[in-house]
């Protein structure tokens, strides 16, 4: 399976961008799809998740302000509201699937840089 995340650019602090991930490849189900981001320097971070139940799980940082979706099993999105310049990151989608065995999937990440 294979990621790749769009949407990422430059907005400035207040505004808004939406980032959409999407799956090519053969998956049987979905366990989990989530949103990651990385600043130089700094491990990589959890921004958000989405259970195959539909539970959200949010990073304290972003609660209110960013929304997750899901769009079947190969699609998912993550509205950015109310951009901070701390937000300023690569951001990666994440996808716990399963083919045959459980397995995961990292996209190769989309920048987002929110000036003051």
């Known amino acids: 399976v294979q990621l790749v995340e769009s949407g990422g650019g430059l907005v400035q ?3 808004s961008l939406r ?4 799956a090519s490849g053969s998956i049987s189900s979905v366990n989990d799809m989530g949103w990651y981001l990385q600043v130089p320097g ?3 971070e959890l921004v958000t998740t ?6 959200t799980n949010y990073a304290d940082s972003v609660k209110g302000r960013f929304a997750m979706s899901r769009d079947g099993v190969k699609n998912t999105y993550l ?3 109310s951009l901070k310049p701390e937000d300023t990151a690569v951001y990666y ?3 716990d699937y399963s083919w045959f065995r459980r397995r995961d999937a990292w996209g190769r990440g989309s920048q987002v840089t ?3």
């Open 13 to 15: 602090a207040g505004g």
């Open 79 to 81: 509205q950015m509201n």
């Open 114 to 116: 929110v000036s003051s």
């Open 50 to 55: 989405i259970t195959s139940d539909g539970v």
């Open 19 to 22: 980032l959409s991930c999407a």
């Open 42 to 44: 700094k491990e990589r």
């Open 93 to 95: 989608c994440y996808l």
